[in-house]
Protein backbone atom coordinates (compact mmCIF):
# COMPACT_ATOMS: atom_id res chain seq x y z
CA UNK A 1 0.00 0.00 0.00
CA UNK A 2 1.65 3.47 -1.19
CA UNK A 3 0.41 4.90 2.46
CA UNK A 4 -1.86 7.80 3.45
CA UNK A 5 -1.55 10.48 0.03
CA UNK A 6 -1.66 13.72 0.19
CA UNK A 7 -2.30 16.73 -1.95
CA UNK A 8 -1.03 19.10 -3.06
CA UNK A 9 2.30 18.72 -1.12
CA UNK A 10 2.84 22.47 -0.98
CA UNK A 11 0.38 25.50 -1.85
CA UNK A 12 1.09 29.15 -1.59
CA UNK A 13 -2.00 31.34 -2.48
CA UNK A 14 -3.16 34.70 -1.83
CA UNK A 15 -5.91 36.17 1.31
CA UNK A 16 -9.33 35.44 0.07
CA UNK A 17 -8.44 32.28 -2.04
CA UNK A 18 -10.45 29.23 -1.56
CA UNK A 19 -8.27 26.71 -1.02
CA UNK A 20 -8.73 22.29 -0.59
CA UNK A 21 -6.35 20.09 0.55
CA UNK A 22 -7.06 16.06 -0.36
CA UNK A 23 -6.68 13.19 1.15
CA UNK A 24 -6.99 9.81 0.34
CA UNK A 25 -6.80 7.29 3.24
CA UNK A 26 -5.36 3.84 3.23
CA UNK A 27 -7.31 1.05 1.88
CA UNK A 28 -9.72 -0.67 4.39
CA UNK A 29 -9.02 2.24 7.10
CA UNK A 30 -12.14 3.51 8.50
CA UNK A 31 -11.14 6.30 10.56
CA UNK A 32 -10.08 9.33 9.24
CA UNK A 33 -8.21 12.67 11.03
CA UNK A 34 -7.37 15.73 9.77
CA UNK A 35 -4.57 17.95 12.05
CA UNK A 36 -2.86 21.27 11.42
CA UNK A 37 0.52 22.12 13.06
CA UNK A 38 1.81 25.55 13.51
CA UNK A 39 5.20 26.78 15.68
CA UNK A 40 3.00 28.74 17.88
CA UNK A 41 0.23 25.98 18.77
CA UNK A 42 2.19 22.94 17.70
CA UNK A 43 0.08 20.04 16.65
CA UNK A 44 -4.03 20.02 16.52
CA UNK A 45 -6.87 17.75 15.31
CA UNK A 46 -9.24 19.71 13.50
CA UNK A 47 -11.56 16.81 12.85
CA UNK A 48 -12.06 13.24 12.72
CA UNK A 49 -14.26 10.75 10.55
CA UNK A 50 -15.29 7.39 11.48
CA UNK A 51 -16.72 5.20 8.57
CA UNK A 52 -16.89 8.53 6.55
CA UNK A 53 -19.35 10.24 9.38
CA UNK A 54 -18.27 13.12 11.17
CA UNK A 55 -17.79 12.34 14.69
CA UNK A 56 -16.09 15.72 16.41
CA UNK A 57 -15.11 18.80 14.56
CA UNK A 58 -14.92 20.87 17.58
CA UNK A 59 -11.37 21.36 16.28
CA UNK A 60 -11.86 23.26 13.43
CA UNK A 61 -11.18 27.03 13.80
CA UNK A 62 -13.82 28.34 12.51
CA UNK A 63 -17.54 28.24 9.82
CA UNK A 64 -14.19 28.98 6.90
CA UNK A 65 -12.99 26.01 7.46
CA UNK A 66 -14.90 22.42 6.36
CA UNK A 67 -13.89 19.07 5.77
CA UNK A 68 -16.02 16.07 3.72
CA UNK A 69 -15.33 12.48 3.26
CA UNK A 70 -17.78 11.26 0.61
CA UNK A 71 -16.60 7.96 0.33
CA UNK A 72 -13.87 5.61 2.22
CA UNK A 73 -11.13 6.30 -0.11
CA UNK A 74 -11.30 10.48 -0.36
CA UNK A 75 -11.99 13.54 1.79
CA UNK A 76 -10.86 17.17 1.47
CA UNK A 77 -10.94 19.70 3.97
CA UNK A 78 -11.77 23.42 2.49
CA UNK A 79 -10.72 27.03 3.54
CA UNK A 80 -12.80 29.85 2.27
CA UNK A 81 -11.80 32.33 2.31
CA UNK A 82 -8.29 31.84 3.67
CA UNK A 83 -5.79 33.49 5.78
CA UNK A 84 -2.71 34.51 6.48
CA UNK A 85 -3.04 32.91 10.19
CA UNK A 86 -4.34 30.01 8.27
CA UNK A 87 -0.77 29.16 6.72
CA UNK A 88 0.52 25.69 8.67
CA UNK A 89 1.43 22.45 7.44
CA UNK A 90 -2.36 20.37 7.10
CA UNK A 91 -1.67 16.81 7.88
CA UNK A 92 -3.86 13.63 7.54
CA UNK A 93 -4.14 10.54 9.29
CA UNK A 94 -6.06 7.29 8.68
CA UNK A 95 -6.57 4.22 11.40
CA UNK A 96 -8.03 1.08 11.21
CA UNK A 97 -10.45 1.51 14.22
CA UNK A 98 -10.97 5.25 15.64
CA UNK A 99 -8.52 5.99 18.35
CA UNK A 100 -8.00 2.96 19.41
CA UNK A 101 -5.21 1.78 17.09
CA UNK A 102 -2.27 3.16 15.32
CA UNK A 103 -2.63 6.07 12.98
CA UNK A 104 -0.85 6.50 9.45
CA UNK A 105 -0.01 10.12 8.65
CA UNK A 106 0.34 11.60 5.63
CA UNK A 107 3.56 13.70 4.05
CA UNK A 108 1.47 16.72 4.90
CA UNK A 109 0.41 19.92 2.78
CA UNK A 110 2.48 23.04 3.41
CA UNK A 111 0.15 25.73 2.99
CA UNK A 112 1.44 29.51 2.89
CA UNK A 113 -1.28 32.47 2.90
CA UNK A 114 0.29 35.39 1.43
CA UNK B 1 -1.43 24.57 32.97
CA UNK B 2 -0.93 22.72 30.12
CA UNK B 3 -3.41 19.39 29.58
CA UNK B 4 0.01 17.56 28.54
CA UNK B 5 3.39 18.31 29.20
CA UNK B 6 6.43 17.03 28.32
CA UNK B 7 10.19 17.49 29.69
CA UNK B 8 12.68 17.97 28.50
CA UNK B 9 11.46 20.28 25.55
CA UNK B 10 14.94 20.31 24.33
CA UNK B 11 17.66 17.10 24.60
CA UNK B 12 21.32 16.81 23.17
CA UNK B 13 22.95 13.67 23.91
CA UNK B 14 26.21 11.48 22.38
CA UNK B 15 25.52 8.49 20.24
CA UNK B 16 24.80 5.53 22.56
CA UNK B 17 23.26 7.21 25.43
CA UNK B 18 20.18 5.80 27.31
CA UNK B 19 17.25 8.26 26.29
CA UNK B 20 14.03 9.19 28.42
CA UNK B 21 11.21 11.77 27.51
CA UNK B 22 8.70 12.12 29.79
CA UNK B 23 4.77 12.92 29.68
CA UNK B 24 2.55 14.09 32.21
CA UNK B 25 -1.05 14.60 31.58
CA UNK B 26 -3.88 16.15 33.81
CA UNK B 27 -6.92 14.77 31.96
CA UNK B 28 -8.48 11.22 32.47
CA UNK B 29 -7.41 8.88 29.16
CA UNK B 30 -8.03 6.18 27.58
CA UNK B 31 -5.04 5.94 25.22
CA UNK B 32 -2.12 7.54 24.63
CA UNK B 33 0.33 7.99 21.70
CA UNK B 34 3.82 8.25 21.36
CA UNK B 35 4.74 9.98 17.61
CA UNK B 36 8.23 10.74 16.34
CA UNK B 37 8.26 13.51 13.69
CA UNK B 38 11.44 13.52 11.41
CA UNK B 39 13.50 16.86 10.39
CA UNK B 40 11.97 16.58 6.94
CA UNK B 41 8.53 17.04 8.33
CA UNK B 42 7.30 13.52 8.30
CA UNK B 43 5.13 12.12 11.30
CA UNK B 44 5.12 8.15 12.17
CA UNK B 45 3.13 6.59 15.21
CA UNK B 46 5.20 4.50 17.19
CA UNK B 47 3.21 3.59 20.11
CA UNK B 48 -0.53 3.52 21.37
CA UNK B 49 -0.48 2.17 24.97
CA UNK B 50 -3.38 2.45 27.51
CA UNK B 51 -1.50 0.74 30.04
CA UNK B 52 1.92 -1.46 30.98
CA UNK B 53 4.75 -1.24 28.69
CA UNK B 54 5.00 -1.71 24.72
CA UNK B 55 9.15 -2.38 22.95
CA UNK B 56 9.64 -1.67 19.81
CA UNK B 57 13.46 -3.12 18.98
CA UNK B 58 15.23 -0.06 20.75
CA UNK B 59 12.44 1.96 21.63
CA UNK B 60 10.10 1.66 24.81
CA UNK B 61 7.52 3.27 25.95
CA UNK B 62 5.59 3.43 29.44
CA UNK B 63 2.36 4.22 31.20
CA UNK B 64 1.57 4.59 34.88
CA UNK B 65 -1.97 5.49 34.48
CA UNK B 66 -2.41 6.34 38.35
CA UNK B 67 0.21 8.72 38.32
CA UNK B 68 -0.82 9.97 34.88
CA UNK B 69 2.71 9.50 33.60
CA UNK B 70 4.43 8.29 30.66
CA UNK B 71 7.96 7.70 29.61
CA UNK B 72 9.64 6.92 25.74
CA UNK B 73 13.36 5.24 26.27
CA UNK B 74 15.57 5.22 23.80
CA UNK B 75 18.32 2.63 24.54
CA UNK B 76 21.54 2.64 22.70
CA UNK B 77 20.51 6.08 20.57
CA UNK B 78 22.01 6.53 17.28
CA UNK B 79 22.04 10.32 15.27
CA UNK B 80 18.99 8.92 13.11
CA UNK B 81 17.02 8.55 16.17
CA UNK B 82 17.17 12.93 16.28
CA UNK B 83 13.67 13.95 16.04
CA UNK B 84 11.02 15.63 17.76
CA UNK B 85 8.95 13.29 19.63
CA UNK B 86 5.46 14.12 20.60
CA UNK B 87 2.86 12.82 23.52
CA UNK B 88 -0.96 12.78 22.45
CA UNK B 89 -3.33 11.87 25.26
CA UNK B 90 -6.77 10.68 24.28
CA UNK B 91 -9.43 12.55 26.75
CA UNK B 92 -12.25 10.46 27.92
CA UNK B 93 -13.40 13.73 30.01
CA UNK B 94 -14.69 15.34 27.02
CA UNK B 95 -17.81 14.09 25.16
CA UNK B 96 -16.06 13.74 21.36
CA UNK B 97 -12.81 12.11 23.59
CA UNK B 98 -10.48 14.63 22.01
CA UNK B 99 -6.82 13.87 20.92
CA UNK B 100 -4.15 16.48 22.85
CA UNK B 101 -0.94 17.17 22.20
CA UNK B 102 1.87 17.59 23.89
CA UNK B 103 4.25 20.56 22.85
CA UNK B 104 7.07 18.11 21.89
CA UNK B 105 10.98 16.92 22.98
CA UNK B 106 13.57 17.80 20.54
CA UNK B 107 16.31 15.01 20.48
CA UNK B 108 19.93 15.74 18.83
CA UNK B 109 22.32 12.50 19.14
CA UNK B 110 25.13 13.68 17.90
CA UNK B 111 27.87 10.90 16.83
Known amino acids: DAGVIQSPRHEVTEMGQEVTLRCKPI?????LFWYRQTMMRGLELLIY????????DSGMPEDRFSAKMPNASFSTLKIQPSEPRDSAVYFC????????????FGPGTRLTVL | KNEVEQSPQNLTAQEGEFITINCSYS?????LHWLQQHPGGGIVSLFM???GKKKHGRLIATINIQEKHSSLHITASHPRDSAVYIC?????????????FGQGTRLTINP
Open chain 1, 49 to 56: FNNNVPID
Open chain 2, 27 to 31: VGISA
Open chain 1, 93 to 104: ASSLAYYTDTQY
Open chain 1, 27 to 31: SGHNS
Open chain 2, 88 to 100: AVMDRIQGAQKLV
Open chain 2, 49 to 51: LSS
